[in-house]
């Protein structure tokens, strides 16, 4: 057995004719595709906030409750584009770090992982956002200038579809054919006048990705490592930021952000 340790973070990904996945363990890098058909456990260590570093419970997004309040990193406008104010030169918490991420290119696309939803992402992660939310397809519907635009557009199209991924569905590889081409088409005359000229009307094609999942479970069971504290199985795949296992078994390396975990393989 080898084994590894550190803070988990997000998964890497590289969209080749497969994604392929890396997960950073500090000391370590792991090509997680190379482990299908590996057996695999799982240990909880202790807590390592990504923002202070420190060794206390983890809140949300990977961050301490002092630090998800504070840092800039976890700003409402994250969540919700349409509250972003770096446009406005109107701090949040730290307006040098909001005007670097909210005045870039923003993207608000539809992607289907189970259905089809709408959903925004700066310009420089696509595809790696459809990848995180385990979307097999994928099409821009605008290209605006900053996330506050992206963010009334997302709005205005979410009362006529899904702005959620239905994560069961994803991991059971149960999903609605539909013609995003079509959709986009249909969605067009929501978008708001004041990004109407930001319509990519000649984007006519969908981007297609393709997971390293060798076996979709019909019902999943969702790992809690904070409270079985460890788990063993085999690795049969890999989606969005989930890990599947032979046993129905899924583990999400992104909602266990700031975890520090031993891997045995």
Known sequence: MIQYQGVLKKMQTDNQKTVQYYLDMQDDFLNMNQLLDKEIALSFVKYECLNCHKDKEIYRQGFCKKCFFETPNAGDWIMKPE?????????????????????????????????????????????????????????????????????????????????????????????????????????????????????????????????????????VKSLNLKKSLTYKGVLKGIKGQYLIFEDATVFNIRANEGLVVSIEV
């Open 83 to 219: 509250l972003s104010t770096a446009h406005l030169g109107i701090e949040d918490r730290d307006l040098a770090f909001e005007k670097q991420m909210q005045l870039k290119p923003h993207i608000v696309y539809l992607a289907n992982s189970s259905d089809v939803k709408v959903g925004v992402t700066r310009k420089s992660q696509v595809p790696t956002r459809w990848i995180d939310q385990g979307a097999h397809e994928a099409i821009e519907v605008v290209e605006v200038p900053n996330r506050y635009l992206a963010g009334i557009v997302e709005v205005a199209l979410k009362k006529h579809v899904s702005d959620k991924t239905n994560w069961r569905k994803m991991l059971t590889n149960d999903i609605t054919a539909v013609n995003l081409v079509s959709k986009k088409e249909e969605l067009s005359k929501y978008i708001p006048s004041e990004a109407k000229e930001y319509y990519l009307d000649s984007n006519q094609s969908e981007t297609h990705i393709h997971f390293p999942v060798q076996q979709y479970p019909s019902k």
